[in-house]
């Protein structure tokens, strides 16, 4: 019954702002490490976030450093990515996932155990 479902996609101008939401149910999201991801038809998927559980260690791609930020609110066991100054190439479906990995860091190349279903962004003026 362990699952993540993302929410709070949708069409936002360029500039624009978003803030996704990662809720977890079945397992206490506070001991998992959470990835953000993101796929475009036809392309690889990317990561784009990751917090670590211990120590809340952030790390982001390039692409979206100084816009996006990674977050957990433990209280109510989701998670967030906060998306400031959105481009057009930021449209994707989002992804969020979750490791018991149980390092004070965390990197997009580790397996993750529970993937959501995604969330559409689309940027487009």
């Known amino acids: 019954q362990s699952q993540l479902v993302e929410s709070g996609g949708g069409l936002v101008q360029p500039g624009g702002s978003l803030t996704l939401s990662c809720a977890a149910s079945g397992f206490t999201i506070d001991l998992y490490a959470i990835g953000w991801f993101r796929q475009v038809p036809g392309k690889e998927r990317e990561v784009v976030s990751c917090?670590?559980?211990?120590?809340?260690?952030?790390d982001y791609a390039d692409s979206v450093k100084g816009r996006f930020t990674i977050s957990r609110d433990n209280a109510k066991n989701t998670a967030h990515l906060q998306m400031n100054s959105l481009k057009p190439e930021d449209t994707a479906v989002y992804y969020c996932a979750a490791t018991l990995f149980g390092g004070d860091w965390c990197a997009g190349n580790m397996e993750f155990d529970y993937w959501g279903q995604g969330t559409q962004v689309t940027v487009s003026s």
């Open positions: 917090i670590s559980s211990p120590g809340d260690f952030r």
